[in-house]
C-alpha cells in the first residue's frame, strides 16, 4: 500500500519547514500534521493535495494515497491483484500518452565505450565520475569518524555522487550498516540492512536529523537528539513507536559533544 508519511516529513525538513509552518499552510492542526508524518493518520485527498502543494510535490501521488486508504481491505486486494499482462485486464485499463509511448533505456555509463556513447550518456558518464566521492563502508560495532580508516576498519567502498550529499569531497564522510542493535532507536526510518552515509564534519545538533552516537560503555547507536541547557545536556530521542521517555545525558568536563556525537545521517541506501 502507498504510503507517503516519510516522504512528506523529509520534504518539510528539507524545504525548511516546522510542522508548526506546514499545519498553517495546510490549514490543519500541527498536531494533526504530526500524526500524518508519523504514519498514524492519512488524510482526505483535499488535505492530501494541500500537503502536496506546500511540498511542491506531485498531487497525484498524495491522491491516490489518500485514495487507497480509504477502500476496504477487500478492494485494495482485489486492486493490487490486477495485472497489466493479464491479457483479459490489460485491454481495460487506461494509459496515459507517457505510457503508451515506446520506452527506450540505455545501458549504465560505465558500460557504454565513450566512443559509441550517445552525447547525453557520454556528458553523464564524464560528470559522474568528476562527482563520484569514496565513502568507506564502516564495519559495525567500534566506530569512530577518521579520514583514514585502516583496512581492518572497512567492510566495503561506496561510490557517492557527491550532488547526492552537496559535498565536493568525501573528506569526514564514512557510512555504516544499520542493524537491530545499533538502529533500535530509529526504526520508524531507518531499517536493518540500510546503509547510512555520516557526515563526521556537523556544526549544530538539529533534533529533525539523526545521529550516530557514541557513549562510553555503549556501542554506537543511531539517535535523533536534542541539546539543552546550554548544550550541558543531551537527550536521545525515542523512535516515534517506541513511547519511551527521552535519555538524559549529562555531559561532564571530560565529556563533549565531540566526544559522543560521531556524526549526522546525510544520505541513506535500502536493498530491496
Known sequence: MLSLHRRI??????????????????????SYVSLIEHGEKVPSEDVAVRIARALEDREDLYRVWSAMARMDERTRRALLALSHGDPDVAPYLERDSVEQAPRTTVPPPHLVDDGDA???????????????????????GEVACSDRPSDAEIQAAL???????????????????????????????????DVAV???????????????VHLPDRPPAFSRLSLTDGERTLWLLPDPGDGSPPERIDLADRLTIADVVIGA????????
Not at 166 to 179: E, F, K, M, S
Not at 198 to 212: E, F
Not at 265 to 272: E, G, N
Open 9 to 30: 516529513r523529509t520534504l518539510r525538513v528539507r524545504r525548511g519547514l516546522t510542522g508548526l509552518e506546514l499545519a498553517r499552510r495546510v490549514g490543519v492542526s500541527p
Open 159 to 193: 561510490a557517492i555522487d557527491g550532488a547526492l550529499v552537496g559535498r565536493a569531497t568525501a573528506d569526514g564522510l564514512v557510512a555504516l550498516r544499520i542493524d537491530d542493535a545499533n538502529g533500535a532507536r530509529v526504526r520508524s526510518w531507518l531499517q536493518p540492512d
Open 198 to 212: 555520516l557526515d563526521c564534519r556537523i556544526d549544530a545538533i538539529d533534533p529533525a536529523r539523526i545521529h550516530l
Open 118 to 140: 550517445p552525447p547525453l550518456v557520454r556528458l553523464f558518464r564524464r560528470e559522474a565520475l568528476e562527482r563520484a566521492l569514496p565513502v568507506p563502508l564502516l564495519v559495525s
Open 265 to 272: 545521517v546525510v544520505l541513506t541506501i535500502r536493498k530491496w
